[in-house]
């Protein structure tokens, strides 16, 4: 068996933020990594956001096989969404595969892990739980534990009210909730490494990217306020002490991995495709006598005190089917449409077919279509710079050439970096641009490994979200499923990883993931909306 590996994740995490605190000695245990290890840019996903790059890292592969791309999981044959969980993961996950092999694994606070796992070794969720009375450890009595060790446990630092900290109260406020959870953090890691030994324990750290999507701009640009700078700073510091004290933990021959979803940069506003394809005759929508009919029914029926089961029938159909109640479109006559958006915008067209009520023939038409599609979008301006709004346009099929679970969108709006995209179908606004910068995601996350036989410097060779999981099979000597789209990372090695491949395992048989339970969806929900997810 190979030396024990430490993983620690931090979703966000940023050379651009992390490196300058390496450099100034705010951080020592991470500089003394990036001084000993391999290191990398480490590609994201596309799109680069939380659930689809966590659920690549997990499996291996990219979105067209494990079918997660964003916080919703869109069924286009139904026009239907619902929060993502690991109920939606099907693909044999990293920890699962360990596990059967006879690993002792411990993956903690980790996206995409609630419902936890039962064939995943010692799982606590993350920030996607509902809530601590949720059943959220395997096994199950970890978390009575967990609470007695941490009585006031939470999974990420949010704030109750404030979309923004530009008052002092409410940075005040919020740095100090994600100094708690870092302790939070740190105390769970810490107790669940005495049970040691462990062959491959992770830790991941949601608070970065919470802090970051708030106060980005204090991070990258010291001059603008010193004195939030020099307050982010001991945020750091602290984050890096917590490392050290488990490093403690741990044995001398352990390998350390930081690794992250994906990077960050400054975020200036939103752009809203689906006001353009309506402006392009793409969506169509109900006329305005449907939604006053509905509004006087409801009336009506409020004098009345009773709803019968006829007119509820009649106003879900109204609604088609609850989708519509984020995209309110008449889908007899609307073409395309992005589904789903929070970072890239992901655009289906209404497929014959596929569809319920789809309008567009398979074949020549589509290929038309999203061709025109692609052109439109390509050549809309900023009205403020003139310049493109969209990086890219990028055909889903040629993202993943592989779609097992239906899910893949047929174009991916890439907006350019400042601006991400939202599904929003309001009355007139296409872009909005915010009185004050945040942050947001960029493709480009980090990548360091220290540790016995691995080499040290930049490595030179581009590096995939994806190759994680294959590696760290091969480190673990555990058989690399022969489907997995991600490599084995040997240039990081003084000798070649042995790499056994197998045959795939089979997918998790379930007919189609099953949603969270209405309280879930709402206390989820609720969380994403004040990291500023789901607006």
């Not at 007899?332 to 958006?341: F, K, L, M, N």
């Not at 970072?343 to 290929?367: D, F, Q, S, T």
């Not at 060779?461 to 997995?484: C, Q, Y």
Request: aromatic content about 6%.
């Amino acid at each position: 068996m190979s030396s024990p590996l430490l993983i620690l994740s931090l979703d966000g995490g940023s050379f651009d933020v992390l490196e300058p605190l390496a450099a100034s000695g705010d951080m020592p245990v991470l500089a003394g990594l990036l001084a000993r290890g391999a290191r990398a840019a480490l590609r994201s996903t596309v799109p680069p956001i939380t659930p689809a790059a966590w659920a690549s890292f997990l499996t291996g592969k990219r979105p067209g096989k494990h079918g997660i791309w964003d916080f919703r999981v869109y069924d286009p044959h139904a026009y239907r969404d619902m929060l993502v969980s690991s109920r939606a993961l099907r693909e044999p996950t990293l920890p699962q595969l360990l596990t059967a092999a006879g690993r002792r694994v411990a993956f903690v606070n980790l996206p995409l892990m609630y419902p936890p796992p039962q064939d995943a070794g010692t799982v606590v969720a993350g920030f996607d739980t509902p809530s601590v009375e949720s059943v959220f450890t395997h096994p199950p009595e970890l978390a009575r534990r967990l609470r007695t060790a941490v009585p006031d446990y939470t999974f990420v630092a949010t704030l109750d009210t404030a979309t923004d900290v530009e008052a002092d109260g409410d940075f005040a406020e919020l740095v100090a909730r994600v100094e708690r959870s870092l302790r939070q953090r740190a105390t769970v890691a810490q107790l669940l490494l005495e049970d040691g030994p462990w062959d491959v324990f992770l830790l991941h750290v949601q608070d970065t990217d919470a802090l970051q999507h708030k106060v980005w701009p204090d991070l990258i640009d010291p001059p603008r306020r010193p004195a939030r700078r020099d307050r982010l700073r001991r945020v750091y510091a602290a984050l890096d002490a917590h490392l050290g004290a488990i490093l403690g933990r741990c044995p001398s021959e352990t390998r350390v991995m930081v690794i992250s979803d994906h990077g960050f940069g400054t975020h200036l506003g939103r752009v809203y495709p689906n006001v353009l394809l309506r402006r392009w005759r793409m969506i169509a929508q109900p006329g305005r006598w449907r939604a006053r009919l509905r509004r006087s029914l409801h009336k009506r029926l409020g004098r009345r005190g009773s709803e019968d089961e006829a007119v509820k029938t009649w106003d879900l159909r109204v609604r088609h089917r609850g989708f519509a109640s984020s995209l309110p479109v008449r889908w007899s006559a609307t073409r395309a449409y992005v589904g789903v958006a929070e970072i890239y915008g992901l655009l289906y067209l209404n497929l014959r077919g596929r569809e319920p009520e789809g309008l567009v023939a398979p074949g020549a038409e589509a290929e038309a279509l999203l061709d025109e599609l692609a052109q439109r979008f390509r050549t809309v301006q900023d009205p403020v710079d003139a310049c493109p709004v969209f990086r890219d346009v990028l055909r889903g099929s040629v993202l993943d050439p592989e779609d097992r679970h239906g899910r893949r969108p047929d174009l991916v709006l890439v907006p350019r970096p400042e601006f991400t995209v939202g599904r929003d179908l309001n009355d007139r606004l296409w872009i909005e641009r915010y009185p004050v910068p945040m942050g947001t995601h960029r493709p480009e996350g980090i990548f360091v490994l220290a540790g016995p036989d691995i080499v040290p410097g930049v490595l030179p060779s581009t590096i995939e979200l994806i190759d994680l999981a294959p590696t760290i099979l091969a480190l673990s000597d555990v058989p690399v499923p022969g489907d997995m789209d991600g490599r084995v990372l040997h240039e990081c090695f003084r000798s070649p990883l042995t790499v056994v491949h197998e045959a795939p395992s089979a997918a998790r048989p379930c007919p189609a993931p099953a949603p969270l339970s209405s309280d879930e969806e709402t206390s989820v929900a609720e969380r994403l909306r004040a990291l500023g997810y789901l607006t």
